[in-house]
């Protein structure tokens, strides 16, 4: 149903005119309808607490969520944005992201969605009442009435092929005219040919005519249609997720005035303004202003670096602590983020050209259907001296039992069952192709920030203090927003220290907190500026009059990090690290989590090049990393795995996105990739052997039409089983 | 063999209701979220009484 007939229109004379009714509709459209991605839900709690909620909510109309595609509808009244309601739902614990760009794309891809199921659901009761009368005519009826049964079953199967078989004969139609040979072209002739031939035997009162398994094959083939389209529409509706979020955005400093403008508007030796807790939207250098960044993402150092006037900052670093003017020396096309993006592409669509076992399958056994069917024609037209009409009837029973019915539905229904049993343990599978290549992996490469650890430091040496120094320690750590302070703020009140007073607590931006206690100044931050001797792991030091105390801290470990080393290398994959961090940590982490093969201090280019050296030794490689320093490498391995957590940038680039906080679904996914292999294999042996067997039948001329309704059945039955049977 | 005449009529007739049923369904957009409907059955918020429809708040 179009758009047009449901919405009520605004007036009604504007019903004839829908462009009109559009633009009448933008100007004064009383209610918005939002549309969130909300990755976190997975059950029904989720919908009752969320809809609940959201019901509850001052000019919220309804809110209804759909667990499968994880996408919340809300019609809401219009002072009501997005952002609301994304702030409503972080309070119940819920990550969201507003969906704006994708939504047009959406509904044609719904519309396609409901398209196919309909074309599925009328071959599907065409089959039902074709196969009725035709049961009758198998059972034995004869003469008139055998007739009467074949034109009844032509009426239903004439308008069902012309509505049903749209698909195939529009893709064999595209194809043809392309001068290429793929399924659909075989599928189309024998659907058409089989029709006519069925009809002409009728007309003639001949005693087999193949209505049933015309329909049949038409409502098996777009079963397997419509669940491989399912497979797409999810993963088409991540990609969506990602390139909807947030238009980069930068403040534009033009004579003492701010100006929020898009970042491909800005050009070289603009000067923007970059908040704390802002992200660095060019590369530039620092005009004024001092703070720490935070490069983690972009570098993989968990240690924050300091910055200051003439430093030159990069495109993708997060601001920490205090404000920065910030010259722009490389903006749009020339920034280092936009180079990264740009070999992301290149390796892209390298990976586009893989062609999967599905395909291969098809490209060797499309071209033998009609050749056989061609070849029985004339060798019978030899035997029989001329039968037209006794040869015609062999080729075409030749015809509809080579056709790939089973073909069509082994491989979508493995990739439907696999990627269902992952996104229920929290894997999103975005690239069709990318289970078949997971399957390939025997070396698996890790990034370690953000990746194997949760990118948030832990405090790890509190009881080496006096409890004094902890309570100092909590007092000034409270009043900065830096990663480290709040990481040792909510350490020490998870201990119940309580905080001091305290005097004069100041922030001195890109250094640390300072404050005046009992008398004596004290100070917690770089080592530096406090007067310490710097360590060579992440910490914060204290200054208490002369006294000085380091806390140190170590990044903790994503849940499921050691296990999911410990189950890959079980499975005989090689298990590497690849860190940009410095050696100490990296050498700690690995230890931690059993990796013995690591390396430290890795620039994002020697990253991809390391995985290009290992897949250019003959090494299949998956890559889980997070951040933009991995984008690189996660586009140019093989097949790619980032979190969720990660930069928006890696989730584009990588092939499966883990949609929870636990590791453990990687090595699921790659037990689970070699055994769906496994299944798709058996099924186009599966098909292969149904048609060794019946083929010779159809061309000796034995076949029957109800021989050929029951090998279709039943070996699209056998696929579909065996599919449901992974685990 | 009569009868046939009455009975090939009845089971088209009943064949095209089941289509347009299933028809309609599709149109009303409940093969939408099959996931959510398996677990909307275990929620009690409607169980004494249905969901109130608020007017034309027709999905698509």
């Known amino acids: 149903m179009s758009l047009v007939t449901i919405r009520p229109s605004a007036c009604p004379a504007c019903a004839a005119a829908p462009a009109a009714e559009a633009q009448a509709d933008h100007a004064e459209q009383p209610d918005a309808r939002l549309l969130l991605s909300v990755p976190a839900v997975h059950c029904g709690g989720c919908i009752a607490t969320i809809e609940r909620d959201l019901a509850d909510m001052a000019g919220v109309n309804s809110a209804r969520l759909n667990l499968t595609l994880k996408r919340l509808s809300v019609d809401a009244k219009p002072g009501i944005g997005a952002q609301d309601i994304i702030a409503r739902l972080a309070k119940l614990g819920y990550e969201a992201h507003e969906m704006d760009a994708g939504i047009i794309s959406m509904t044609a891809t719904e519309k396609q969605g409901r398209d196919l199921l309909m074309r599925v659901g009328v071959s599907g009761f065409a089959m039902m009442n074709v196969m009725l009368l035709s049961v009758a005519v198998w059972a034995g009826a004869e003469g008139p009435t055998r007739d009467l049964f074949h034109l009844i079953s032509a009426l239903i199967a004439i308008p069902t092929v012309a509505f049903a078989g749209q698909p195939f004969f529009r893709n064999a139609w595209q194809a043809a005219r392309a001068g290429r040979m793929d399924m659909d072209g075989p599928i189309s002739i024998a659907i058409l040919l089989t029709l006519i031939i069925s009809i002409y035997e009728s007309l003639l009162s001949g005693a087999h005519a193949y209505f049933e398994a015309v329909v049949m094959l038409i409502f098996f083939l777009l079963v397997g249609r419509y669940l491989d389209f399912r497979a797409r529409a999810v993963a088409r509706s991540a990609a969506q997720e990602l390139s909807a979020l947030e238009v980069p955005r930068a403040t534009r400093l033009s004579e003492g005035a701010e100006r929020e403008v898009s970042v491909a508007d800005l050009a070289v030796g603009d000067v923007v303004l970059v908040r704390p807790g802002g992200r660095v939207p060019v590369d530039g250098v620092v005009l004024s202003g ?97 039968d037209l009409r006794l040869s015609l009837n062999i080729a075409v029973a030749s015809l509809i039992i080579t056709c790939p019915c089973a073909l069509g539905l082994a491989v979508p229904a493995v990739v439907t069952s696999a990627s269902g049993k992952l996104f229920r343990k929290g894997l999103l599978i975005k690239d069709g192709t990318a289970l078949e290549r997971l399957a390939e992996v025997d070396t698996v490469v890790f990034d370690k920030t953000g990746t194997l650890t949760m990118g948030t430091p832990e405090p790890t040496n509190l009881g080496a203090h006096p409890p004094q120094a902890l309570q100092v320690a909590l007092t000034l750590a409270e009043g900065s927003s830096h990663p480290l302070s709040q990481a040792l703020a909510r350490a020490l009140r998870a201990q119940a220290v309580v905080p001091v007073g305290m005097d004069a607590i100041s922030e001195i931006a890109g250094y640390g907190m300072e404050g005046t206690w009992q008398g004596q100044r004290v100070r917690l931050g770089r080592a530096d500026w406090v007067g310490a001797e710097p360590s060579d792991t992440t910490a914060a030091y204290l200054s208490i009059g002369g006294a000085i105390h380091p806390f140190t801290f170590a990044d903790q470990l994503r849940a499921g990090a050691a296990e999911v080393v410990a189950a890959l290398q079980a499975q005989g994959k090689s298990v590497r690290l690849i860190s940009g961090d410095v050696p100490a940590a990296v050498q700690d982490l690995a230890a931690r989590v059993g990796i013995t093969d690591w390396q430290a201090g890795a620039l994002p280019a020697e990253k991809a090049a390391q995985v290009s050296e290992l897949q250019a030794a003959g090494h299949k490689v998956l890559m889980v990393g997070d951040g933009l320093n991995d984008t690189v490498a996660l586009s140019v391995a093989h097949v790619s795995i980032s979190p969720a957590s990660a930069m928006d940038a890696a989730r584009a680039a990588s092939d499966m996105v883990l949609l929870g906080r636990d590791l453990r679904p990687v090595a699921d996914a790659v037990r689970m990739s070699g055994t769906a292999m496994q299944r798709i294999r058996e099924n186009l042996w599966q098909s292969g052997i149904y048609n060794a067997i019946f083929v010779p039948i159809a061309l000796f001329g034995f076949a029957t039409p109800l021989w050929a309704a029951f090998v279709m059945s039943l070996s699209s039955i056998s696929v579909t089983l065996n599919a449901l049977r992974l685990k | 063999m009569e009868v046939l005449a009455i009975l090939i009529p009845v089971s088209l007739f009943l064949g095209l209701l089941g289509l347009g049923a299933f028809l309609w369904t599709l149109r009303k957009g409940m093969y939408d979220d099959p996931e959510g409907d398996s677990q909307r059955i275990l929620d009690p918020r409607y169980d004494d009484k249905p969901k109130p429809v608020p007017p034309e708040d027709d999905p698509r």
């Open chain 1, 290 to 386: 001092q703070s720490e960044l935070d490069r983690a993402l972009l570098t993989g150092e968990t240690l924050p670096v300091f910055a200051s006037e003439g430093h030159v900052v990069s495109a993708g670093e997060v601001n920490l602590t205090g404000p920065l003017q910030v010259r722009v020396t490389a903006a749009g096309k020339d920034s280092s983020l936009h180079r990264m993006a740009d070999l992301v592409a290149t390796a892209e669509s390298a990976r586009m050209r893989y062609t999967t076992i599905a395909e291969r399958a098809a490209a060797a056994y499309a071209p033998s259907i009609p050749i056989l069917a061609f070849a029985a024609f004339v060798v019978w037209m030899y035997i029989s001296g001329g």
